[in-house]
């Protein structure tokens, strides 16, 4: 049985172990990301991939995980992007319900992935 930290928690290894989780999955979906927008990556600033993963982190947090795994960043476009931008700033600054934030943004995932046909879906991920 390995030996714990004093003064460290189930709770606090818990915690540490859910953003673990979290970064993990964020950082497989800004892969698929940047994946899809080699040549369009420019465009983007570092500070906008920063908000970007956060505001997926956020989703993460929220939705179940198998909702998660379905999603399809990989067809997210640079307007979706800018637009789950200006949905995190929403977020960041409490202007309305983070749940209802929260819902636009997994809807927009959600509507990309349904707009590519079933046979493009099968070679995602």
């Given amino acids: ?8 928690t189930n709770e606090d290894i818990g915690m540490r172990a859910f ?5 993990k999955a ?3 979906a800004m892969d698929r990301v940047r994946h899809s927008h080699k040549k369009e990556w420019h465009s983007i600033t570092s500070s906008q991939v920063e908000e970007i993963e956060w505001v997926l982190g956020e989703l ?7 909702e998660w795994n379905d999603l399809r960043f ?9 637009e789950i931008l200006k949905l995190g700033r929403e977020l960041r600054q409490h202007s309305r319900n983070a749940v209802e ?3 636009d943004v997994n809807a ?3 509507r990309k992935g349904k707009e590519v ?6 070679t995602e991920d």
């Fill in 108 to 110: 927009i995932i959600v």
């Fill in 60 to 66: 993460w947090a929220y939705v179940a995980r198998d």
């Fill in 74 to 82: 990989g067809h997210l476009g640079i307007p979706d992007l800018h």
């Fill in 19 to 23: 953003q673990i989780r979290k970064a």
């Fill in 117 to 122: 046909a079933p046979s493009d879906s099968a």
């Fill in 1 to 8: 049985m390995p030996m714990r930290r004093p003064g460290v």
């Fill in 101 to 103: 934030i929260l819902m």
């Fill in 26 to 28: 964020v950082e497989r």
